[in-house]
Structures are given as C-alpha cells and as structure tokens.
C-alpha cells in the first residue's frame, strides 16, 4: 500500500481528490458569509401553515435571492443581495387564493475584502422594500432604511447577525406605515466533506402594530456539483416560535437549491 501511494503521488494523482473537497469544503463556508466574494443565485422554496384568522391557511414562497459582489476597489466590495418572492397562498382568506410577486427586498452592502485584525467580517449599506402591489401579497409601500452585517468565521465555525430596518417612505393617507426591524442571528458548522449544519432565526418587529414574528430555522446542506456546475442542495424545518395575529403558526419547512459561481 506504501508503495502504490508513493507511486501515486509521484504521478499526481493523490492529491486531485483531496483538492476538490477542499474548494467544494471552501465555498460551502463561503455560502455561510452573506458577504462573500462568490456569486450565488439561491432558489429558497418555504412553506408555512396556520395562517389567517381562521387558522387553515397555508403559503408557498419560493425566493430568489441573487448575491452579486462588485468590485469597487483593491481592497472594497459592493455586494448586491435582491430576495424576490413568488408566492401562493391558499385558505387565508377562507375559499379563496392568492399568487403573485410579493414585494422586492435590495439590499447593498459596502464591505472590506479582508476581515480585520481581530477576524472580523462586517458590511453596512442601504436596504429597499419595492412594493409589487400584489393583493395580499403586497403591503403597497415603498420602503428604505440600513442593513448590515457582522461575523465571525474560525475552523468549521461560522456565527454572526444581519439585520435592517426599514420606514415608509411618501404615500398619502391611508397608505401602509412601515417601521419594522429584521434580525437574522446564524450559527452554522461546516464539516471536511462540505455538509452545512445552519441553525438561525429570522425575526420581524412591526413597531407600527407592536407584533413580533419569530421563526427558528434548522437546515442541513451540501455543496456537491451537477455536471461541471457547483450546487449547494438543502433542507431543513421551521418552527414559529412566535407569530403576529393572523400569521403563521407551529412548524414549516424550507428547501434551497444554490447555483454558486466562484471567481
């Protein structure tokens, strides 16, 4: 056996395996770090129940959610992250369904190419909510506010927050008030064969109503590749540990595929 490894690693072939799980074990961490260097295009399908004043309603959202960096300069990105959702909901208003866009979130976040000294990862910029004016799907109002983000990755390790907060912006009266808080903290431990382990919670305050929506997420991924194209596949459940009146309730689940293009 001693001899056949010397013999293969003379000839160059030892180290092609091992090589391949480094860059797919690579970009899975990277798929952690909302503001990588990486082009991702996920396709996020969510489904959530108990929704409506009755309780039988239940939604499908799949969101598209593109991630493009821009180079600004040696040492400053631009990242560009924009979550599209196309959804069906059926029974939250009782016999009836709704699909549609729902409304646009982009984001655009100004971050260094390098963490800092302590290893810290971070970046801060604009956030917009572009309203789609989708019955029932659409709060008919333009938003913007700030967003940023904050990490930390160390050996398989990777933890942090996002978050934004967004107000209305124009509309006369009658129209929407938007004063909300969105905070994303994450935990997430990759392995040596680039399975993702992701625990995190997605919390909405609505400071207009006084409501709070509260989803814990587990999710379980792989970076693998389909033909020559790197994916990363996954799934996972939901559960709410708290919800505004009417919205959903108890347990939901959530499957991603990723699309990832390194440089």
């Known amino acids: 056996m001693n001899v056949l490894r010397t013999l293969a690693m003379a000839?160059?072939?030892?180290?092609?395996?091992?090589?391949?799980?480094?860059?797919?074990?690579?970009?899975?961490?990277?798929?952690?770090?909302?503001?990588?260097?990486?082009i991702s295009v996920p396709f996020q399908l969510n489904y959530d129940q108990g929704i409506g004043a009755?309780?039988?309603?239940?939604?499908?959202t799949m969101?598209?959610?593109?991630?493009v960096p821009i180079s600004l300069s040696p040492s400053l990105n631009l990242i560009s992250r924009t979550i599209i959702p196309?959804?069906?909901q059926n029974d939250v208003t009782p016999g009836t369904t709704q699909s549609g866009v729902g409304d646009v979130l982009q984001s655009f976040f100004f971050s260094p190419k390098e963490p800092t000294a302590g290893g810290l990862i971070w970046g801060v910029g604009p956030a917009f909510l572009l309203p789609s004016n989708q019955t029932g799907l659409s709060a008919d109002q333009f938003a913007a506010g700030v967003t940023g983000v904050a990490l930390k990755q160390s050996g398989p390790w990777t933890y942090g927050i996002l978050a934004n907060q967004l107000w209305d912006v124009g509309g006369g009266a009658g129209a929407t008030e938007i004063n909300a808080t969105y905070v994303q903290p994450?935990?997430?431990?990759?392995?040596?064969?680039?399975?993702?382990?992701?625990?995190?919670?997605?919390?909405?305050?609505?400071h207009v109503a006084g409501t709070q929506q509260v989803p814990v997420n587990f999710m379980?991924?792989?970076v693998t590749k389909i033909g020559s194209q790197p994916v990363s596949?996954?799934?996972?459940?939901?559960?709410?540990?708290?919800?505004?009146?009417?919205?959903?309730?108890?347990?939901g689940a959530r499957f991603i595929v990723t699309f990832l293009y390194p440089k």
Not at 13 to 31: F, G, M, W
Request: charged share 15%.
């Open 11 to 38: 000839s160059g072939i030892v180290c092609a395996l091992p090589a391949v799980a480094r860059a797919d074990t690579d970009l899975a961490k990277q798929l952690q770090n909302p503001v990588a260097s990486l």
């Open 54 to 60: 009755s309780g039988d309603g239940n939604k499908y």
């Open 63 to 67: 969101n598209l959610q593109p991630v």
């Open 86 to 88: 196309l959804a069906v």
């Open 186 to 206: 994450f935990l997430s431990y990759t392995t040596a064969k680039s399975v993702s382990f992701t625990l995190n919670s997605e919390s909405t305050f609505d």
């Open 220 to 222: 379980v991924s792989k």
């Open 233 to 251: 596949i996954g799934g996972g459940a939901r559960y709410y540990a708290d919800s505004t009146p009417n919205g959903p309730d108890g347990w």
